[in-house]
Nanobody
């Protein structure tokens, strides 16, 4: 099983980026994005349930970030709009065959991508 995240980069405040995470090897019940800023703990950003497509987002990104999926490609996306310098972090995609806890818990997910760096300049 492999998760490959890409799409990060350098963007000015107020700009947009779209992250992608392609999965291979199996299907999942939940996928999520987490992020880790320098010197901080990894935190939940957004999650999506593959069956039905319901999504949840952290309060800090609600209204700016949207998570979606493409079943045919086994890929999830994170559309990030109105980016702020405080969104600067390494973004990780995660997936679970069976969610091992609440959707916002790191330990609920079995599989992790390698991370992609998002830098937002002021």
């Amino acid at each position: 099983v492999q998760l490959q995240a890409f799409g990060g980069g350098l963007v000015q405040a107020g700009g947009s980026l779209r992250l992608s995470c392609a999965a291979s090897g199996r299907t999942f019940s939940w996928s999520a994005w987490f992020r880790q800023a320098p010197g901080k703990e990894r935190e939940f950003v957004a999650a999506i349930r593959w069956s039905g497509g319901s999504t949840l987002t952290a309060n800090s990104v609600s209204g700016r970030f949207t998570m979606s999926k493409d079943n045919a490609k086994n890929t999830v996306y994170l559309q990030m709009n109105s980016l702020k310098p405080e969104d600067t972090a390494v973004y990780y995609c995660a997936a679970a065959g069976s969610l091992g806890g609440s959707y916002y818990y790191i330990r609920a997910y079995d599989y992790w991508g390698q991370g992609t760096l998002v830098t937002v300049s002021s």
